[in-house]
Nanobody, 124 residues
Framework: VQLVEFGGGLVQAGGSLRLSCAAS????????MGWFRRGPGKEREFVAR????????NYGDSMEGRFTISRDNAKNTVYLQMNSLKPEDTAVYYC??????????????????WGQGTQVTVSS
């Protein structure tokens, strides 16, 4: 399985970014996907997840209402739209796939594969 993230960069507070994650080596439409992040000096934390069919999405507490996860199973790609960005959103963002098909990606222990990460920096 290979997960490759795109779209990170530098943005001012209040701005927006969209991250993409292209997946290969798995039947993408069978797997829940998620995004996690690790800020400077912090533990990696959950950002968002989406079920294999796109019907259910969940977000970390501080992302609810600002971030939107979506997927295009025809393109084997999962997205993370980030709006109203804050300096505390600065982190390396990681794409993740579930370890088994048709299961919820409940946490890091459910992750089967990780992307290499993409840096998001929000300036104040």
């Amino acid at each position: 399985v290979q997960l490759v993230e795109f779209g990170g960069g530098l943005v001012q507070a209040g701005g927006s970014l969209r991250l993409s994650c292209a997946a290969s080596g798995l039947t993408f439409s069978d797997y829940s996907m998620g995004w996690f992040r690790r800020g400077p000096g912090k533990e990696r934390e959950f950002v968002a997840r989406i079920t294999w069919n796109g019907r259910v999405t969940n977000y970390g507490d501080s992302m609810e209402g600002r971030f939107t996860i979506s997927r295009d199973n025809a393109k084997n790609t999962v997205y993370l739209q980030m709006n109203s960005l804050k300096p505390e959103d600065t982190a390396v963002y990681y794409c993740a796939s579930a370890s088994r098909p048709y299961t919820i990606l409940s946490g890091q222990f459910d992750v089967g594969s990780w992307g290499q990460g993409t840096q998001v920096t929000v300036s104040s």
